[in-house]
């Protein structure tokens, strides 16, 4: 087969090195377009409202409104493009954050389902729970308990000890 119709990426100008997938991944992140509709849409928005405006004064002085209208779009394109990025952002965003959320859920549901069906996975799951409570009372350092009972299972025996 020519590898002018051959379907691999290579063939087809794309290169499959992790680096540029990750570079155009970046560049191609939705905020972009989110925001280029969000823009176009308030400056169309603001066009209608300017016709509306202009409807009897434009039939008599077509070249000045046609110059208006395009220094509106202009001027609309410039004052728009920020906020509408900034919301694309936040929209983004809260998607990114909500899908995350319902992954973890999801992930939840299917583990306790496989700890209800397996008694070794609960005792992991019952474990799991414990630590993030002790975590939460604030009982557990960077090492976990792990000093604390190893220093309480030497006793009195000061040749264990090494402090």
């Known amino acids: 087969m020519s590898t002018v119709f051959s379907p ?22 939705g905020v972009r ?16 409202l300017a016709e509306r405006l202009m409807g009897g004064w434009a039939e008599q002085h077509q070249f000045l409104a046609w110059v208006a209208l395009w220094l ?7 004052a728009v493009s920020a906020p509408a990025r900034g919301l694309a952002r936040r929209v983004r965003h809260v998607v990114q954050t909500s899908v995350a959320a319902i992954a973890e859920a999801r992930a939840e549901v299917r583990l306790w389902g496989a700890a209800r069906a397996d008694h070794r996975v609960m005792a992991d799951c019952v474990q799991a729970q414990q630590r993030d409570l ?26 264990l000890r090494h402090c």
């Open 8 to 29: 691999t990426p290579a063939s087809l100008g794309l290169n499959s090195d992790p680096d540029t997938r990750l570079l155009l991944r970046s560049r191609l992140d």
């Open 72 to 78: 509106l779009i202009l001027v609309g394109s410039a």
């Open 33 to 48: 377009g989110l925001s280029t509709l969000l823009m176009a849409a308030a400056v169309a928005a603001l066009v209608v």
């Open 134 to 159: 002790d975590d939460e009372a604030g009982l557990v350092a960077a090492w976990g308990r792990f000093p604390e009972r190893l220093d309480d299972g030497r006793g009195n025996a000061t040749h």
